[in-house]
């Protein structure tokens, strides 16, 4: 069903989109956008390689396992700097505690961004998810 | 019979209707500065943002920093939906 001007456009556009994506939730302390929402751009990126090659394609870059790993990654990411912030003596979630040699503004400016890409690695693993499995079942 | 069985519900209706549209008119009006909502922590979110988070998006800072609750929340909610979900669409097609 996919032609040559799909697959061509999705070859070209795909590295650009992910680019895009991880430039949006790194960017999150500094403009619009964040975890969520640079997250779900990478998961569409893989949507889109499904879409116009077929899933096994988009299951060769990020496979079943992979995609499971990288979501409880980014929720234990997130879990586990909250749980830092515990460990040397603060508050849950208190980013500024942790001892680094920065300033503690800048240290949770540093844990913001972190908590940014670890809200990215696990939107963008369950984005992909989602749509590979439900479209695993009509494609027989 | 059937009309007392049917004046109840619509009795009931307009009531909770009434206390809501009540409710409705008393709200502060759409982007009032001087809400109850805008007067609370958001003028010192605002002043104190920066210096604190050395963060330039407040949204964010909010976001993950003040209200880093409600995110990691919302991310354990997420969290738990897509592996709730997946383990019923996993391995389906083999069996």
Known sequence: ????????????????????????????????????????????SMI????????????????????????????????????????????????????????????????????????????????????????????? | MTRAKHLVPVLVLLGIGVILTMAVIDMPAFGDPEAPAHRHVAPRYIARAYEETGVTNMVTAVLIDYRGYDTLGELTVIFAAGVAVLSLLVGRKTR
């Not at chain 1, 964040?34 to 997250?39: L, S, T, V």
């Not at chain 1, 889109?48 to 090659?53: D, E, G, H, K």
């Not at chain 1, 696990?122 to 494609?139: Q, V």
């Open chain 1, 1 to 44: 069903m996919t032609t040559i001007v799909i697959k061509t456009i999705a070859r070209v556009l795909v590295p650009f989109l992910q680019l895009f994506g991880f430039y949006i939730i790194v960017h999150g302390p500094v403009s619009p956008g964040g975890g969520f929402q640079g997250g779900v751009i990478v998961g569409a």
């Open chain 1, 48 to 140: 889109l390689l499904a879409l116009s090659y077929d899933l096994s394609s988009a299951e060769d870059r990020a496979s079943h396992k992979v995609r499971i790993i990288m979501d409880s990654t980014g929720a234990l990411l997130f879990a586990g700097i909250g749980l830092l912030c515990l460990l040397v003596g603060g508050v849950f979630l208190e980013y500024g505690i942790i001892p680094l040699p920065m300033a503690p503004a800048e240290v949770r400016g540093l844990m913001i961004l972190l908590v940014g890409v670890a809200i990215g690695i696990h939107i963008m693993a369950l984005a992909a998810s989602l749509f590979l499995h439900l479209a695993e079942e009509h494609d027989t």
